[in-house]
Nanobody, 124 residues
Framework: QVQLVESGGGLVQAGGSLRLSCAAS????????MGWFRQAPGKEREFVAT????????VYANSVKGRFTISRDNAKTTVYLQMNSLKPEDTAVYYC?????????????????WGQGTQVTVSS
């Protein structure tokens, strides 16, 4: 049984930082591209970042480029999202997801497995 479990969300002031983690089990983690997505109330789920199976290739949404960093540790079967210089518009539920396409993609429909999400709230 595949499980993706996110942690690290919370309430932070604008300009602050958070580090999200996503622990994976039940799948050959190092063969999967991994992504982070987010969904704010009343909005569609949107792409945040993706990392290739090796960690050597990353892609970011323009809205987070230069502020967020995605990384992975295949030995720990965990993917991370370091979020700096947070803004109120970053407030959302953040989801990690696994993509059988090892390079990772930006469309939610391409991802096979999803976590339950973790809430990030940025106050102004």
């Amino acid at each position: 049984q595949v499980q993706l479990v996110e942690s690290g969300g919370g309430l932070v002031q604008a300009g602050g930082s958070l580090r999200l983690s996503c622990a994976a089990s039940g799948l050959p983690f190092s063969r999967y591209g991994m992504g982070w997505f987010r969904q704010a109330p009343g909005k569609e789920r949107e792409f945040v970042a993706t990392v290739s199976w090796s960690g050597g290739s990353t892609v970011y949404a323009n809205s987070v480029k230069g502020r967020f960093t995605i990384s992975r540790d295949n030995a720990k079967t965990t993917v991370y999202l370091q979020m700096n210089s947070l803004k109120p518009e970053d407030t959302a539920v953040y989801y990690c997801a696994a993509d059988i396409y090892a390079s990772g993609r930006s469309s939610p429909s391409e991802y096979e497995y999803w976590g339950q999400g973790t809430q990030v709230t940025v106050s102004s």
